[in-house]
């Protein structure tokens, strides 16, 4: 419509030249949000069809929110801590398991290995190390491993941290035990007195090519 | 893809897949093919959720891949399609059509298979036959063998096609070209062609011979535990079947010209009468094999054909059939023409000249809807008349010259009507130029189509918004259904009952009846809308085919 401005004036200027009659002033503001329309809509059709169709619409939006392929990210605002949220992630992550589609149908790029995080993990401040379950699963290239490394470390401790409430301790320490715990890990990992962050054991190195093998890595 | 394309496929993705899945998915619509890499970089997402997306997308038909556009060396690169996502709207009426042809089952299936995009046929078979045994009454199955009946019926007649084959992608598997599928004959150049259509596949619509006996299994509540053990355990080892690795999908094309059929034959209902109609539709059934999707109009059909083909319960007799027909091919919405005297007349049925009559109806009704039914006769002279002037348009429409001058300048401002100047001297003198009205159909159209689609958005965004205005009031109520189920499963009493019910305060049930309503309304404003996206780009993919 930003040409309505400029269609009106030349219009304007031609018809007044031709005919003599003084044209519909121009509008100089943008239009009102719910303008007042002279002739109002026709009601919807109603009938048998229209509401065997909307049902199946409704039910049909209901259905897709359930099956594996609805992705809602894991990141969920916490504005309160909730009881809740303990059963509510587990539901999350198993939904995101339950999808296995035919992987020869897809590029093996998007190959994604999720795997089921150790349900029996050892105590809380030693956090079992995910190359065990590598070794399980044959996996032989090091850059999906270490990609898979980061992101199984998140749900590890996710999972662990709720192991840890299964066995006595609050939900309000969670949080701090999750931070703790991160802070722990590197310091339990080698048992040594040497701060962890000081050593840089080539674990980043390569994690951030992320996943495209073609690259060279120099 | 345009900008309300975009957001309407945005939404549309955002209900039905997740906000993950729309992010990647309008990425994907607004910037063309691109590679993982980029993707991830752009959309700043994690790695896991793009690739979950993507394969979300892949597997719905919504995108699809291709090796790069350097050669083969080059990462695979994802292209998404907008009209895909778009039929995403048309869903129920797929549904609806499947229940109308083949019953329960048929409805069943299809839903099955638009849920899940592409399926297999044993798996799809399992699922619907315990569907269907859920609602069946205590003690019946259903079985598989008549599922799987339904399934082929479907597929012969074309509504379900296997998906194609597809090229190994792989980065480091040399591309051999007796693995790209592609028609016999081509030469193994870099994959850069368009991706082959599922027709082009001679076993498109073969259904394989697959083993499934059995009958469908009933739920029940109480062994839900262990159903969901058998279930993993089943899951762990699948049955093969005999038909591994092929994967159907719902053929929409044949749903849209089942579509285009039923709307052509309607037409005729309500313009002329019952018995017409069902000549055009004998007409339609007899040339549904023969006719292909893009063609103009259906073979030439004699008289005598169809008077042999009319169903029986329309005994009517031979000179009336040639009135009837005599009248259709009068009529001037031109339905039907005449394309030749042996065997008592040959017929055809004019089917992009009905789709553009209809689309022309459509054009007319929105106007008078908008405008009042004078500006509609100014509309429908100029489309009549092609070009005509200002003093013209007064005298053919027969309105005052003033109203006459309004109405054509609100719809010049609409875009509805365009102005042509024809020149009588070099320079556009205005004194000497002859200013002529012109309605063009087809530019006119896609307008339309825009708007329907930016309409569609609208209806969209304001139902999300309504429904997170009483999220809080939504969640309360189904809580209270979920506890009022689960008390009469474990048969309480009827004191406990409206105990729970009455923990809805009325006002609040009043609320929550609008907001019922009003989703409702909006919905099914949706898919009314949708019919008219269905006749414009019916209409404006047949202008396409034949130019």
Redesign the interface.
Known sequence: MAA?GR??RT?S??ME???G?A??PSVQQPTPVFPVM??K??P??GGE??????A???D??G??RN?P?????LVTHRDVERYSDKYNRSEQMDK?LDW???W?????????H?RKPARDSVSAAVQSPPPPQMKKKGVKDKEEVL?KLE?LEKKEEQETSEDEEGETKKKQEEEEAEAEEEYDEEEFEEETDYIMSYFDNGEDFGGDS?????EAIY | MTAQEVRLCGLLLREHFGEVVEKVGTHLLKSGAQNLRTIIHETGLSVDLVKKSLCVLVQHGASTFSSGRKGPGSPTEYHASCDRILRILRYPRYIYTAKTLYGDTGELIIEELLQRGHTMMSSTVKTVADRLTQNMAEGRTMDYSEVSSTFSKLVETHFLQRCPPLPRVGNKDSSAPSETPATPGTPAAPVNTAPPTPESFPECYKVPSVTLIGRGKRQLASEDGEEQRSAKRAKMDPETHGDEGIYWQVNFERFHLHFRDQTIISAVANKLDQTSSEIVRTMLRMSEVTTSPMATCTKPLSANEIFRSLPPSYNILRPILDQYLTLLVDDPMEFVGKAGESGGGMFVVNLHRALANLARATLESVVQERFGSRSARIFRLLLRKRHLEQKQVEDFAMIPAKEAKDMLYTLLSQNLVQLQEIPKTPDYAPSRTFYLYTVNQLPTARMLLQSCYKTVANLVERRLFETKESKRLLEKSQRIEAILASLQASGAEPEQLTEVEEMITAPEKQQLDTLRLHINKLDSAENQVDETIFLLESYINSTNASS
């Open positions: 309505r269609g009106q219009l200027f031609t030249t031709v005919k009659d044209p519909p002279e002739q809509p026709l919807l059709t069809e229209a509401e065997y169709l909307l199946l619409k409704q049909f939006r259905a897709m099956l392929c609805f992705i809602q990210p995101l296995a589609p035919d020869k149908r897809f590029p093996r790029e998007l190959r994604v999720v990609l992101s992320d996943d495209n093998m073609d």
